[in-house]
Nanobody
Framework: VQLQASGGGLVQAGGSLRLSCAAS????????MGWFRQGPGKEREFVST????????YYADSVKGRFTISRDNAKNTVYLQMNSLKPEDTAVYYC???????????????????WGQGTQVTVSS
């Protein structure tokens, strides 16, 4: 599967952005999806994940209550709605797909098989 992330940009602190990740192929619904981010000088970190059907979601503590992950399997797209943005949210955001079996939350980079190219989010103070 090929992933294309979009929707990043420059926003002031307290603002909102919605990221999208469009997937190619006809088997999108067979993948759990995740968002990761990599800030300047930092390692890539987990942000959020969503189950294949979209009924279950999980968030990093740093974004819980501010970010919402969702997916539209008919459109082969996963979204990340980001509200109340903070300067520390500045990063390149990556979407990822995993075909691992259901059961545990997929929180590690090595649990994902496919990655998008990333989209830059910059939050000014």
């Amino acid at each position: 599967v090929q992933l294309q992330a979009s929707g990043g940009g420059l926003v002031q602190a307290g603002g909102s952005l919605r990221l999208s990740c469009a997937a190619s192929g006809r088997t999108f619904s067979s993948y759990a999806m995740g968002w990761f981010r990599q800030g300047p000088g930092k390692e890539r970190e987990f942000v959020s994940t969503i189950s294949r059907g979209g009924g279950a979601t999980y968030y990093a503590d740093s974004v819980k209550g501010r970010f919402t992950i969702s997916r539209d399997n008919a459109k082969n797209t996963v979204y990340l709605q980001m509200n109340s943005l903070k300067p520390e949210d500045t990063a390149v955001y990556y979407c990822a797909a995993s075909n691992r079996g259901a059961g545990n939350w997929l929180l590690r980079r090595d649990e994902y098989n496919y990655w998008g190219q990333g989209t830059q989010v910059t939050v000014s103070s």
